[in-house]
């Protein structure tokens, strides 16, 4: 997949989606955020296609940094990034470092009891994934007894091993700070299989010269949402109103088709 051409195109989707969110003045968004007419957004910038860094090195791209931009502008906000650690960015935003995380953040019955959250924007799965060509012949999770199994910590591949583990599997455990270390250390040999979410999968997948495929895909029973700090309210209703009109123009839809070439979001709004 051709990340700049994604890039640019993509952009032209956000500036089309451009438009001050309706009942909610410039002055009245900017009241909401911890710095006045500031969008400060969490997340972990080390998880393509979400959020990961565009070739110079330097730039945010990918699926929630252009959604955070559209969002932004949809409440008349410039928006700030902050790159934060997975293991670290609940902390973050329950103490005020960011106003909200935009990460690929699963919405749960425990988070939702410490955090609030937006609706869904987005339908996800786990997946599996082996080197083509690869002599492994585990096609779910239930196979993988007696491999090395990589996936990146404190995520739901991580809970789902787990609960396996616990149910009996015994299995080798590769805990990695960042899903693309998964992916290297796969094609180095170093670990036999990837236990991801669906949305990266499709990414690694999609060159042509890809040395990745995917052999099995959970349920699509998983949604993500924007996380914000318990009781602020306010901001998360205004963040609905904002995610409600990107759907409704079809900047969503756009959105996902020029990221994953398929439609991801549709599904998280039945």
């Not at 968004?29 to 979400?50: C, D, F, N, R, S």
């Not at 700030?80 to 650690?85: C, F, I, Q, R, S």
């Not at 992916?183 to 042509?208: N, S, W």
């Not at 209703?237 to 959105?255: H, I, R, T, V, Y």
Request: charged share 20%; net charge negative; glycine share 10%.
């Amino acid at each position: 997949m051709n990340m700049r051409k994604i890039a640019l195109a993509v952009l032209t989707v956000i500036a089309a989606a451009g438009l001050t969110l309706a009942g909610c003045s410039k002055k009245e968004a900017a009241g909401l955020t911890m710095t006045k007419g500031v969008l400060t957004i969490g997340m972990e910038i080390g998880y393509p296609p979400m959020e990961y860094l565009a070739p110079d090195g330097k730039t945010p791209i990918g699926f929630d940094v252009f959604m955070g931009k559209a969002l932004a502008d949809k409440l008349g906000l410039e928006v700030k990034y902050v790159d934060t650690a997975w293991d670290g960015i609940f902390a973050g935003v329950t103490t005020g470092k960011y106003d909200c995380i935009m990460s690929s953040v699963t919405i749960t019955p425990e988070r939702e009891k410490a955090h609030n959250f937006t609706k869904p924007y987005i339908g996800n799965a786990l997946s599996l994934v082996l080197l083509k060509g690869s002599k492994i012949t585990a096609r779910s999770p239930q196979e993988l007894a007696g491999l090395g199994v990589a996936y990146q910590a404190e995520t739901t591949a991580d809970f789902y091993m787990e609960g396996l583990a616990a149910n009996g599997l015994k299995f080798t455990p590769y805990e990695y700070e960042k899903v693309m270390n998964c992916f290297t250390e796969l094609e180095l040999g170093r670990v036999d299989v990837i236990i991801t979410d669906k949305l990266v999968a499709v990414d690694y997948i999609a060159p042509a010269n890809s040395p990745f495929e995917i052999v099995w895909e959970g349920a699509a029973d998983e949604v993500f949402g924007i996380c914000l700090k318990k009781g602020n309210d306010a901001l998360t209703e205004a963040l609905n109103g904002a995610l409600d009109e990107l759907f409704a123009d079809g900047s969503m839809l756009k959105l996902s088709n020029e990221v994953f070439k398929m439609d991801m979001v549709s599904a998280a709004r039945p």
